[in-house]
């Protein structure tokens, strides 16, 4: 084994994160290397509509702007290597304007740019060959904007083994910053599948932020100063395994259960979570607590990669608006809902004398009333709610003319109307997302350093050695007659996340003698049932039993996923908590065996 350990900060978990994290890793984290993840899905559609409105942007401009502004010279001095995918559509852009700021600080920084994920330039021959999307098998839209592949970690290794300071991608796999990084560092090569698989885990767990130090924990309560959150810290070994912790003075909390939800989160089939660099198998998993906010990992296995790459594309499908009022009083439900009625029946009047045609879709939504939690929802007779109206339309014109008639309102109709969230909405563009596979072999990754563009050789791969799936048959559920039923939340820790129109819900057993409860009674079925008013396609569950989890993947399960989603929660960020108010019996004996089953 290497006589070093590698310590990696994750900084960023999204475009939008808070500009605390930088700073706190580089002065009190004791870090060899900072990686920033900016691109959730939804991100490349709004970079993808930024480079619309001007074509020198299209990268995460808080990068350059707000954190290499304050912090590169401290970085420089330090001797820390950065890894970011703030490129977005525009990796060139983005380096050019840190090799800017650079020269005005009198720094000397060697700056290397990954080339190669723009698939733009093959959309028509793929259009004539007839690709289709990998969710719902539609042919290629005709108004693409832009469409990337998710390039590995192979590049990113082969930039720092060319002595760069900073690594500017674009559009990548998440943890393929933190991977590459291990490549490097351990010499790591193509083939060492089980380290490849656990240094991508490493950089599943790094790419959310704080998801893994207590944000979004289930047990909420529990996670100390929340202002003071301290961002993730991955200490690995060479033979993969790692230590996940946070700066020292720091808020949040890493246990077991903040480090699985984050395992759990947006990984599909635990035995196949596919990567261009690696299948990884994450069933076996093991987590173990090491002292206050440290949490081992290992048991991730890896296999042979498949021969394509995933790609993101974006394209345009008409406007969309999104309106909001506020209504106060007796059935201010019931309120809510009529106002928005009269507003689409009002606008659909005008549409029709202007010789428009009707919306293509609309949503309503009375927020403050359990809305997303449809049939189970418990707070109609609520004093206070938000009307939330979301529509789209092929015309902007339509829509400009919605967003005047929101207004009205006010003055019009139900007592108690009040705030419109800032003012009249604005029609935008609907940007939508479509994913597709690409060979490989298509594709030419590259490294550009000091004017110099170096190719990177990447392995074919071949056809993928996916797991075998039995048929899942679930034992009866626990009819005993001292049972007594309690909400799901009691027995399990829960996290839930996207990818396009799928939702991802991750359990973990409290205890593991809850397991033969859980997998009794929260089957695909009942899953499916109690989320049936949001779920509309298939759901599958899948087991980890290295630390006692399920993960349930939803179908078309988010109203089409990202800006193509009229709902609220486009993301499903709330699936896992309408799942964890789901009634579940479990035997008396076995819930006092814990006190209060946490």
């Known amino acids: 084994?290497?006589?070093?350990?590698?310590?990696?900060?994750?900084?960023?978990?999204?475009?939008?994160?808070?500009?605390?994290?930088?700073?706190?890793?580089?002065?009190?984290?004791?870090?060899?290397?900072?990686?920033?993840?900016?691109?959730?899905?939804?991100?490349?559609?709004?970079?993808?509509?930024?480079?619309?409105?001007?074509?020198?942007?299209?990268?995460?401009?808080?990068?350059?702007?707000?954190?290499?502004?304050?912090?590169?010279?401290e970085i420089v001095e330090r001797g820390i290597r950065v890894v970011s995918n703030a490129g977005g559509i525009n990796p060139q852009g983005c380096a050019q304007a840190i090799a800017a700021l650079a020269a005005e600080q009198g720094l000397s920084v060697?700056?290397?740019?990954?080339?190669?994920?723009?698939?733009?330039?093959?959309?028509?021959?793929?259009?004539?060959?007839?690709?289709?999307?990998?969710?719902?098998?539609?042919?290629?839209?005709?108004?693409?904007?832009?469409?990337?592949?998710?390039?590995?970690?192979?590049?990113?290794?082969?930039?720092?083994?060319?002595?760069?300071?900073?690594?500017?991608?674009?559009?990548?796999?998440?943890?393929?910053?933190?991977?590459?990084?291990?490549?490097?560092?351990?010499?790591?090569?193509?083939?060492?599948?089980?380290?490849?698989?656990?240094?991508?885990?490493?950089?599943?767990?790094?790419?959310?932020?704080?998801q893994a130090t207590g944000g979004l924990h289930t047990d909420w309560e529990s996670v100390p100063d929340w202002a003071n959150i301290g961002y993730p810290i991955v200490e690995c070994r060479e033979d993969g395994s790692f230590l996940v912790g946070k700066p020292d003075a720091t808020g949040g909390l890493v246990s077991t259960a903040t480090v699985g939800e984050q395992v759990l989160y947006e990984i599909g089939d635990p035995?196949?979570?596919?990567?261009?660099?690696?299948?990884?198998?994450?069933?076996?998993?093991?987590?173990?607590?090491?002292?206050?906010?440290?949490?081992?990992?290992?048991?991730?296995?890896?296999?042979?990669?498949?021969?394509?790459?995933?790609?993101?594309?974006?394209?345009?499908?008409?406007?969309?608006?999104?309106?909001?009022?506020?209504?106060?009083?007796?059935?201010?439900?019931?309120?809510?809902?009529?106002?928005?009625?009269?507003?689409?029946?009002?606008?659909?009047?005008l549409f029709e004398a202007n010789g428009w045609a009707d919306y293509s879709r609309t949503r309503i939504e009375v927020l403050g009333t359990e809305s997303c939690f449809g049939p189970h929802a418990g707070t109609w007779q609520t004093r206070e709610a938000t009307m939330r109206l979301a529509v789209m339309h092929e015309e902007k014109a339509a829509l400009e003319l919605f967003a005047r008639e929101i207004a009205a309102a006010g003055t019009s109709w139900a007592p108690g109307t009040t705030g419109s969230g800032g003012g009249r909405p604005s029609p935008s563009p609907s940007i939508r997302q479509y994913g597709f596979l690409l060979e490989k072999f298509a594709l030419n990754p590259s490294v550009l350093m000091d004017g110099v563009r170096t190719a990177v050789p990447i392995p074919d791969g071949g056809e993928l050695d996916l797991p075998d799936r039995p048929a899942e048959e679930s034992p009866p559920a626990d009819e005993a007659q001292d049972a007594v039923e309690v909400p799901l939340i009691r027995l399990a820790y829960g996290r839930s996340g996207d990818k396009g129109d799928i939702s991802n819900i991750g359990l973990i057993a409290r205890h593991p003698r809850y397991l033969p409860v859980l997998r009794a009674a929260v089957t695909p079925q009942s899953v499916k049932a109690w989320l049936g008013h949001l779920v509309q396609g298939s759901v599958t569950r899948y087991e980890l039993p290295g630390f006692d989890a399920f993960n349930f993947v939803c179908e078309s399960a988010l109203d089409g996923g990202g800006m193509a989603s009229l709902r609220n929660d486009p993301l499903g960020k709330g699936m896992a908590q309408i799942l964890l108010a789901m009634p579940v019996r479990i035997p008396c004996g076995l819930l006092a065996a814990d006190g209060a089953g946490s």
């Not at 004791?30 to 490349?44: N, P, R, W």
């Not at 409105?53 to 702007?65: I, L, Q, S």
């Not at 076996?284 to 949490?295: A, K, M, N, T």
């Not at 969309?320 to 009022?325: E, I, K, Y």
Request: hydrophobic letters at 40%.
């Open 1 to 73: 084994m290497s006589k070093k350990n590698i310590r990696i900060g994750g900084a960023s978990g999204f475009w939008g994160d808070s500009s605390v994290g930088a700073p706190q890793l580089v002065q009190s984290g004791k870090v060899d290397y900072l990686v920033f993840d900016y691109l959730a899905e939804l991100t490349m559609s709004l970079l993808a509509s930024a480079r619309m409105r001007k074509p020198e942007m299209g990268y995460a401009t808080d990068f350059v702007t707000v954190t290499m502004k304050g912090l590169l010279k």
């Open 110 to 210: 060697k700056i290397a740019v990954v080339e190669g994920d723009d698939v733009m330039p093959l959309l028509p021959a793929l259009r004539d060959a007839g690709v289709r999307d990998m969710q719902k098998g539609r042919p290629l839209p005709d108004r693409v904007i832009s469409a990337n592949a998710y390039l590995g970690a192979l590049p990113v290794r082969q930039a720092l083994d060319q002595g760069a300071q900073i690594v500017i991608t674009g559009r990548c796999v998440d943890s393929a910053v933190t991977l590459g990084v291990l490549m490097h560092e351990f010499g790591w090569q193509a083939h060492d599948y089980d380290r490849l698989a656990q240094g991508s885990l490493a950089g599943h767990i790094l790419e959310c932020g704080c």
């Open 271 to 349: 035995a196949a979570y596919l990567l261009p660099d690696v299948r990884c198998d994450f069933t076996q998993v093991r987590l173990q607590q090491q002292g206050p906010d440290r949490v081992l990992v290992s048991g991730a296995r890896g296999y042979a990669p498949g021969g394509a790459y995933k790609v993101s594309a974006t394209f345009m499908q008409g406007y969309r608006c999104d309106a909001q009022l506020s209504i106060v009083g007796v059935d201010a439900a019931a309120k809510a809902q009529r106002t928005a009625e009269a507003i689409l029946a009002r606008t659909r009047k």
